[in-house]
Each structure stands twice: as structure tokens, then as C-alpha cells.
């Protein structure tokens, strides 16, 4: 045992002052009496009969003394060491991913971590704090730095895992910055290791707690689907992460039905694809793996796919031939591109076939059609009214094209705008339509609703900048087909990982969108002018999309959609628990418990001293003396003389 | 301070001393002796002493010697009474009650005592024992003596320290004809009192031992932690009192009440243990009645 605080100790000496304390407080008070003959026969018999008498007189001096020392003991705060992690501040990151669901140790790993979080609220002592942060998709502060251990306890009983993807960078960034207020805080790592590439170093010492004990699973890695001619065609993925040949049987339906089972031989470490070809129509194809006992990870071993449910995307160009447009168009899937000269005009019947037109460089006509728009360069003449009803009002040329705002838009995702030289651009004012990018002399790319229709605008030619020739061009021309074309209603119609969200993109006549999760669940939002995001997507399997208009009924049969969220993800499938972080250039093993925790005595000492208090409080009001031995004495005569 | 009303006198002219085995005094006094066999006739001369009846005196011996002596018949004798009372410091108390003050009760009984004493004509001595000097009253006989023995116990006695043995020897050593004798005291001696009644009892005295304690004294009101100081000694001893050691403490002096009770029946002495709070008249009128001390 030793002490924290062991110059309390010194306190000590009070008992010298308490003894004078009782010495005055026994200077007792004189009384005459006639004679103390019997007294001291009184006396003189007692004193034969008790050796306590001395010490039974100081009772309540001896249990003020103890009470003093107790006191004092716990002050100095003894503390025994036990074994311990850490001690001190600590940031404990709770690995929350998908590969911590992995059963391998009962009940599984994210259990057998919260067990071990659990131990290190336990070895906390005295002042030090605690930060719990659980790291998945987004890092989520469970708790920031508390001491309060039933309310750490809790929360980590209460933490969920998850099925998402770990984002193990974002997690030691926000660690690293939880510790900033602490001094010589650590950083507690509770994982399986499963960490994508090498992280990135931070200053705090970090100590990593291994779970997870074998790597054996079987994943399907890979679930896609294509149109043949007569169905569809399905690729297969399967993987075994685990280093032993292992065998499984793999079920394939269609629509709830099961279409096929395989017995397949996988070795260790390896992965093995294959097709399979459905015939007919199918909207929903599932795989699952199963009769595999050494598969420690259930959730990678189903996986849907929603085969395409569209047609081609059919867009008309209208102006002179374009090749940086062409280009970019035909390098899009599903897209079906035609052009058509601004000499000939089409018929509109002709030209509402298209999902989308683009004008480029050409005057627009004078009656719209109802498809979704885009204008480059759109020639408007001056002093005219209205140009086919479009309120679109041109001012001539302005080449002072430096670009001064960019609008967050989904359109704008992932373009980079810095680079883009534009020499010159059309001043349009369109009072309908929202600035994407502006220059000084005004807006190079609008956006906006007219009327039942999208249209996107660009300002300039592209003959006259250098965008085609940037990496943003295909992104920008894509983003724009997307925008344009809200029939496939999603942006991306392959499938998600759990956690990722998605942007909706809802045609103009819905008003509210509906999404069944994979349990029944359903999910409702309103579709405002601001993009609609759903990010609930926590769960494995397809969900469904329902769009509604106004009037409350499905406004169109292919405004419903569905996509699926499948666990297909090699870090987190790799169960396989790695003995050592590597972060930053440092390898760090698993730390092993020594004698490094305290655990404080001084609650202990307080409890002792409220009861020797009692007591003394007691025995003070009751006049209670040691029990008399001369009872004891009489019985041991007895027992003596048979 | 020691005074009758004439209700109580009545009642104490009724009453006389009882002496079991005393020997009677060679002169003649109210009291009928229980020798058998003797004639009403001359028996002996003694010197006379104050409060003697003068129709005793024998003039003609008077005539020739110039000293009265007093002629002693045969069939009727006198008794010799002693009244000694413990004067020490222990006895006046307690000081600020003085109904219950063992001193002033032992001299009203002494009073009361030695009332009847002179008025059944016994021979009356009183003692009163102090650390300085023994004062003494007597030997007188006859009623008319009464004022002068009230006189006598009104004066404040010496008091102070002494040995109650050593008193009671030389008490007996100076020669007294055996009687009846009465010791008023609380006996609160550190040296005991056996070997002075021994003493006594040696020289043929009857003992009749009164023994005062007051009511602080059977049940102390005291309580928690305290110096004793002792009023005589002036020792102190620190004790710490609570209702353990109170009990304690009544025990003992029960206990010890009983060693003097089952000395005193070994050795003939009556043992009458008195608690100043009974009146003095009931003692007398009725408890020393019931004992046959008086009758």
C-alpha cells in the first residue's frame, strides 16, 4: 500500500492536541462527600477485577483516536496498485464497424470491447477523465470527458455496433483533437484491427487493445448484374478471408425464389467469381452463403442487387457538331446520344422523345418542348420580348470572367471550378434561374425549374475556355445529365455500403418521397427545393422508393425504385484481428496490463470512520463500558474447578 | 438545638434503657435487680455525686468525716449508662441540609437517650469524641440533670480527625463501671473500629452501636467523571460514575453494613443502622422499642 497525498499523514499530530483536548475535558469537577472510605474499597475491588479499568476509562478517547487516524489515512489517500492499463486521461476510440460483429469470441467482438471499455472506467482513478468516442462511418462521441463512471458505464452498455465501414482517420483526428485538453492524455484503442491502410500520425501516445480471436469468413465480395439478351446476367464474388480451404454452399434467387445452389470450394485467402444467368424479368436477385460453421461473419454473406430498371437516357444536341460534348456523352452509360442541325428544324413531337435537349449555340426556338433543357451559349436577340416565352434577357459579351462565388449544388459536386479559364460569356439575366458559378461580369452557369422542366445554362461557348479540356468537364456534364434526368431517382444506382447516404433526385410533380427499409420500416420526407438526402441506409438489403405527387397517389410508375445496401467491403469482411497498429511510421503492439492502476482506498476508511463514529456517539450516550470480566472470570473458575 | 415539646417527654418519661447483662451499679436506683435472694437491707457507702438523691445521704458520716457519702441498699440498683458520640468532621454532614446532618441527629438521639436515661434515675455519662480532646458530661443522675445535658450537647464539638479504636480504649482503660453504652457514629474510619469495640466489650460494657448514615451517603446523587475530595482527610480520588458503578457502590456499602451487623451478633453488640431521614422520635419510639433496646 502507498499513499497519494502522504504528506496528509502530518495530520497525525492533531492527535497530540485531541489528548489535551480529553486531558482538560477529564479535569473533572470537584465534590465533597463525607468520606471516600467506600469509594476506594469500591475502587480497589474493581481494579482487582478488571485489567481493562485503565483503558476502559480512555474508551472514548481511544475511539476518537482511531477515528483521527482513520481520518487522516484516508486524506493521504492509500491506494493498492492493481493492474491496469493506463492511468491518467484517456480517449477510448470503440472500434463500431462492421467487422466488429464478428462472433469468434462469445457473444461477439463489439461485446468482448465493451467488456474491456468497461475495465478501463473501472481502473480509473481519482480525477482522471475519460472520453468515449465510437468509431463508424462518422466517429460519435459516446461520452467527452467525464469522470462520472456510472454515466461512462451506461453509455458504453448502450453503444450500438454497426454495420458501416470505419472511418478510422476521422476518429484518431477527433481523439487526437478530445485530447488536447488534457494533460499527457492517451489514446485507447479497442479494435480488431481492421484498419484500411496506414493512418496518419498523431502526437499522442496511443495504446491498442486487441479483440478478436480467428479470421475465418466467407464473404460475397461481389454481387453485379447486367441485361443479356433474354435476362439478366449476375457476377459472383465470393471470398474466404480465413487461411483454410473452406466449403460453402451458395443459394441464388430471383424475386424471393430460389433459383439455383452451389457447392462451392473456396482456398484460403483466395476469391472465386463466377456468373450465373437468370432468364426473364427480375427485380430484386439475392445471394447467400450458407453451411458453413467456421463463418464467423454473418452479415457479409447475403447481398442483392436490383438489376437496371431503365432504358437509356436519350439526348438530343441541336447546333453544330460538338466533340468535346459528344465525347463526354458517349463515354456515359445508358446513354443514347443524337444531334441534330439548327438548319433543319424537328418537328415537337419529334423532339419530345428525348429525355433531354441541348442548344448549343443556336437561337432557342420559338415553342419550347416539355423535355428537360440545356442551353449553351443560348444566342438570344436583343430587343426581343420574349424569346419562346423563356424570360431570358442578354446583354451582350463580358470578358471579365473571374470567377467570384461557386454555389453549393449538387452539380457542382466534385467539379473543380478553379482551374477554368473562360475568355468570354453571354450576361444573362435569368430571373427564374439560380447563379451556380458567377464571374464579375456575371453568371457563367445557372440552374433553375421553368415551367414543368429543368434547364441548366452555360453562359459561354466551350470553344471559348479551356473547361473541356479539364478533368471537370466529364464530371460537370455528368452531374448535369443527372440533375436533368430525375427519372432514375437516384444518384447512384449500384449498391450502397451501410451508413453511406444517398441523394434523391425526385422529378418535379413529387412532393413527397417514402422509402420501406429492409424491415418493414418506412421512411418519409417532403421534397423540397434542397436536395433530399436519406442517410438511414444502416441496415443490409434492398429498400424500396415510393414518390408521391400532390394529389397523394404514385405520380408514375417508374418513380418507384429500389437499391440495395449490401456489407461488401474487403476491410471489414477481413476479420482477421491484426496483432499491431501501424500509425504513422510507429508500429504499435498489444498492450499488456501491469501494475500501473491505483485503486484508491480512502471510501473504504471514510465508511470505517462514520461507524467507529457511530459507535462512539453511541457508547458516549449510553455510558456503555467494556463488558465486565468478571463474568468471564467466574465462568473460567468454574470450568478451572470441575 | 436539642429540644422536647412535652408530647415527646411524656412519651420518653415512659420509657426506660434495657441493659441484658450488664451488672447493676452498688447503689440504689429506680430499677429492680434481677439477683435473687438479697434482703432489703444495708449494703454499702459510696461517695455521693451530683444529682444524688440527698435523703441518702448518711448525715452521721457526714458529721464525722466532713464528706457526704450515700448510704447503698441492697434492693434496688442503679445502671450506668455511656452515650459516646463520634464528633468528627465525617459526622457533620451534610452541611447544607441540616435535617439530615448525622452530628445534629446523634445529639438529639444522645438528647433523647440520655432523657431517659436520667429520668429512670440511671446514671448518665456522655461522651463526645473529637481529634483534640474527648469532651465528657457526667456521671449525673436524676431528671433535674436534663437542661444541663442539653447545654451540653448544644456546644459545638471540636470536630477534626481521630481514631475511633484508640478513643474507645481509652474509654475503656480509664476505669468506667461496666454499663450500658451507646456508640453513635457513622463509623467512617479508615482504621476500622473492631479492635475499640473489643475494648469495650473487654471491660464488661454493653454495646448498643448506632451507626447514622444520611440518604447522599446510601445513594449518592452523583454522576459522571468527578474528584471525590474526602471532607476529613481532604484526599482526593478521581472516579467516573454511572449507574454500573452507582449500583457497584450499594452493593458494597450493603456489604459492608453486613460485616458490621454479623461482627456486632458475634459479639452480643445491638446494630442498629440508622438513615437520617427517619425522624429521631421514630427511632426511639418505635424502632429502638422494637429491638428492645428500649422499653
Known amino acids: 500500500m502507498a499513499f497519494i497525498a502522504p504528506l496528509m499523514l502530518l495530520l497525525g499530530f492533531l492527535a497530540i492536541p485531541l489528548i489535551l483536548l480529553y486531558m482538560l475535558r477529564l479535569r473533572r469537577k470537584e465534590i465533597v462527600v463525607s468520606s471516600t472510605m467506600l469509594w476506594q474499597k469500591l475502587l480497589r475491588d474493581r481494579q482487582a477485577n478488571t485489567p481493562w479499568q485503565r483503558l476502559r476509562r480512555n474508551l472514548l478517547l481511544i475511539l476518537q483516536l482511531l477515528i483521527l487516524a482513520f481520518l487522516v489515512f484516508a486524506l493521504a489517500r492509500p491506494f493498492l496498485p492493481v493492474s491496469a492499463l493506463t492511468q491518467g486521461n484517456v ?66 452498455q448502450d453503444a450500438q455496433p454497426s454495420l458501416e465501414v470505419a472511418d ?17 492524455a492517451q489514446i485507447i484503442v479497442v479494435s480488431d484491427g481492421g484498419i484500411q491502410g496506414n493512418l496518419p500520425p498523431i502526437s499522442a501516445e496511443i495504446i491498442y487493445v486487441k479483440v478478436g480471436k480467428y479470421s475465418d ?141 441541348v442548344f448549343d449555340r443556336v437561337p432557342l426556338p420559338d415553342d419550347l418542348p416539355q423535355s428537360n433543357l440545356m442551353f449553351i451559349d443560348p444566342s438570344v436577340q436583343l430587343d426581343e420580348e420574349l424569346s419562346a416565352g423563356l424570360p431570358i434577357d442578354t446583354k451582350g459579351y463580358f470578358e471579365n470572367t473571374d470567377v467570384v462565388r461557386i454555389s453549393d449544388d449538387p452539380i457542382l459536386q466534385f467539379v473543380n471550378w478553379n482551374n477554368v479559364n473562360v475568355r468570354r460569356a453571354n450576361s444573362l439575366e435569368v430571373p427564374w434561374a439560380r447563379t451556380l458559378v458567377a464571374a464579375e461580369g456575371g453568371p457563367l452557369l445557372l440552374s433553375g425549374d421553368f415551367e414543368g422542366r429543368r434547364v441548366a445554362i452555360l453562359t459561354f461557348a466551350l470553344q471559348d475556355s479551356d473547361l473541356p479540356l479539364q478533368i471537370a468537364f466529364p464530371v460537370l456534364i455528368a452531374n448535369i445529365t443527372d440533375w436533368l434526368t430525375p427519372g432514375l431517382s437516384l444518384d447512384r444506382a449500384e449498391s450502397l455500403l451501410p451508413g453511406v447516404p444517398i441523394t434523391l433526385r425526385p422529378d418535379l410533380t413529387s412532393s413527397m418521397v417514402t422509402i420501406i427499409k429492409p424491415d418493414g420500416d418506412m421512411w418519409t420526407a417532403d421534397i423540397g427545393p434542397e436536395p433530399t438526402i436519406f442517410a438511414d441506409t444502416g441496415e443490409i438489403g434492398v429498400y424500396e422508393l415510393r414518390y408521391q405527387g400532390d394529389s397523394g397517389e404514385n405520380s408514375a410508375e417508374d418513380s418507384t425504385g429500389r437499391f440495395a445496401v449490401n456489407m461488401s467491403d474487403s476491410v471489414e469482411s477481413n476479420i482477421n484481428p491484426k496483432e499491431s497498429l501501424k500509425i504513422g511510421q510507429i508500429e504499435i503492439t498489444q498492450a499488456g496490463r501491469d501494475d500501473k492502476g491505483q485503486r484508491e482506498l480512502w471510501p473504504w476508511f471514510v465508511i470505517i470512520t462514520l461507524f467507529v463514529l457511530s459507535l462512539e456517539w453511541w457508547i458516549y450516550h449510553r455510558g456503555l463500558r467494556l463488558p465486565q470480566i468478571s463474568y468471564f472470570r467466574l465462568f473460567i473458575t468454574r470450568i478451572w474447578n470441575r | 438545638m436539642v429540644t422536647f415539646d412535652d408530647e415527646t417527654l411524656r412519651k420518653l418519661e415512659q420509657l426506660s434503657l434495657v441493659a441484658e447483662r450488664v451488672q447493676m451499679g452498688n447503689m440504689k436506683g429506680d430499677r429492680r435487680s434481677r439477683k435473687h435472694g438479697s434482703s432489703v437491707e444495708f449494703a454499702d457507702f459510696r461517695s455521693y455525686s451530683q444529682g444524688d438523691d440527698l435523703r441518702q445521704l448518711d448525715w452521721n458520716i457526714y458529721a464525722r468525716l466532713g464528706k457526704p457519702f450515700i448510704r447503698l441498699l441492697e434492693e434496688e440498683e442503679d445502671l450506668s449508662i455511656y452515650i459516646l458520640l463520634d464528633s468528627s468532621d465525617s459526622m457533620d454532614w451534610p452541611l447544607e441540609v441540616p435535617d439530615t446532618n448525622k452530628f445534629r441527629y446523634a445529639s438529639q438521639l444522645a438528647a433523647a437517650l440520655g432523657y431517659i436515661a436520667l429520668a429512670s434515675g440511671d446514671r448518665l455519662t456522655v461522651s463526645q469524641f473529637g481529634e483534640k480532646k474527648t469532651r465528657t458530661w457526667g456521671a449525673y443522675r436524676g431528671g433535674q440533670n436534663a437542661m444541663r445535658l ?36 457513622d463509623l467512617f474510619f479508615p482504621d476500622g473500629f473492631r479492635k475499640g469495640l473489643n475494648a469495650l466489650l473487654a471491660k464488661g460494657h ?42 457497584r457502590y450499594s452493593h458494597r456499602l450493603d456489604r459492608w453494613k453486613g460485616e458490621i451487623a454479623s461482627f456486632s451478633r458475634n459479639r452480643g453488640i445491638h446494630y442498629v443502622p440508622v438513615t437520617t431521614s427517619i425522624p429521631w422520635e421514630r427511632l426511639v419510639l418505635h424502632s429502638l422499642r422494637a429491638q428492645r433496646i428500649v422499653k
Open chain 1, 91 to 156: 480517449v477510448v476510440l470503440l472500434d463500431g464497424s462492421a467487422s466488429m460483429l464478428a462472433v469468434d469470441q462469445s457473444p461477439d467482438r463489439f461485446s468482448i470491447a465493451k467488456n474491456e471499455v468497461e475495465r478501463l472506467i473501472s481502473d480509473l482513478s481519482g480525477q482522471d477523465q475519460m472520453t468515449i468516442i465510437q468509431v463508424g462511418r462518422t466517429p460519435q462521441v459516446l461520452a467527452s470527458a467525464s469522470n462520472d463512471k456510472p454515466l461512462l458505464r451506461k453509455v458504453v
Open chain 1, 168 to 184: 478510422w482517420p476521422a476518429a484518431l483526428a477527433l481523439a487526437a483533437g478530445a485530447t488536447q485538453g488534457f494533460q499527457d
Open chain 1, 217 to 357: 469468413n466467407l464473404a460475397i465480395s461481389a454481387l453485379n448484374s447486367r441485361p443479356v439478351n433474354d435476362g439478366e446476367q449476375v457476377l459472383i464474388g465470393i471470398t474466404n478471408y480465413g487461411l483454410e480451404e473452406s466449403e460453402v454452399i451458395l443459394n441464388l434467387s430471383a424475386d424471393g425464389q430460389l433459383r439455383d445452389a452451389q457447392r462451392l470450394i473456396i482456398p484460403g485467402n483466395e476469391t472465386v467469381n463466377l456468373t450465373w444467368e437468370v432468364p426473364g424479368q427480375a427485380t430484386i436477385i439475392e445471394a447467400r452463403l450458407s453451411g458453413n460453421d467456421k463463418d464467423y461473419l454473418s452479415h457479409d454473406d447475403r447481398a442483392w442487387t436490383v438489376p437496371a430498371q431503365d432504358e437509356n437516357i436519350r439526348i438530343l444536341v441541336v447546333g453544330d457538331r460538338n466533340r468535346f460534348l459528344e465525347t463526354a456523352y458517349s463515354v456515359m452509360p445508358n446513354v443514347q446520344l443524337f444531334t441534330a442541325s439548327a438548319n433543319e428544324p424537328m418537328k415537337m413531337e419529334e423532339m419530345e422523345e428525348f429525355d433531354i435537349i
Open chain 2, 150 to 185: 442539653l447545654e451540653f450537647l448544644e456546644k459545638k464539638p471540636s470536630g477534626g480527625v481521630f481514631d475511633l479504636n484508640k478513643s474507645l480504649r481509652d474509654f475503656a482503660i480509664r476505669g468506667n463501671r461496666p454499663g450500658l453504652l451507646f456508640l453513635i457514629s
Open chain 2, 206 to 247: 454493653e454495646v448498643n452501636l448506632i451507626h447514622l448514615l444520611t440518604p447522599d451517603e446510601v445513594n449518592p446523587p452523583l454522576a459522571g467523571d468527578v474528584k471525590l475530595v474526602d471532607v476529613e482527610s481532604g484526599k482526593d480520588m478521581e472516579i467516573s460514575l454511572d449507574s454500573t458503578i452507582l449500583d
